[in-house]
Structures are given as structure tokens and as C-alpha cells.
């Protein structure tokens, strides 16, 4: 599965960032290994907020 494609089902799901680094977190082992999941996906979501702010504003101004 692409990671765009998961991002977009977890954000979807209503899965926050917190959600996903307490999960990976919880094990050493895990966390190591998948680290960087929750650290994209930190960031996917902050992508997807600044576009809705965005698309937010340029709607008011109309």
C-alpha cells in the first residue's frame, strides 16, 4: 500500500498523530523500525490542515 493511500484512510478513520506515535511507540523494537511512519504522517496531516485553512480563507474572501 502507498503511504498517500494509507494517510489518507487513517485521517479517513479519524486517526491522530498522537494515535499512531503511542502505537508505534509502545514497543522499542517497533518504534525504532517504524520511527519515520509516525513522523510522516505527522506531517501528511499538517499538509492537509494547511490546505483546508487555505481553501478556508480563499472561501471567506469570496
Given amino acids: 500500500m502507498q503511504k498517500k493511500t494509507m494517510f ?13 506515535t ?3 511507540q509502545s514497543d522499542p523494537a ?9 513522523k510522516l504522517y505527522a506531517e501528511y496531516l499538517k499538509m492537509i490542515y ?3 485553512n487555505m481553501a478556508k480563507r480563499l472561501a471567506a474572501n469570496n
Fill in 50 to 52: 494547511r490546505k483546508e
Fill in 30 to 38: 517497533i518504534e525504532k523500525k517504524y520511527r519515520v511512519v509516525y
Fill in 8 to 20: 489518507e484512510k487513517w485521517h479517513k478513520d479519524k486517526r491522530t498523530s498522537r494515535l499512531v
Fill in 22 to 24: 503511542r502505537l508505534i
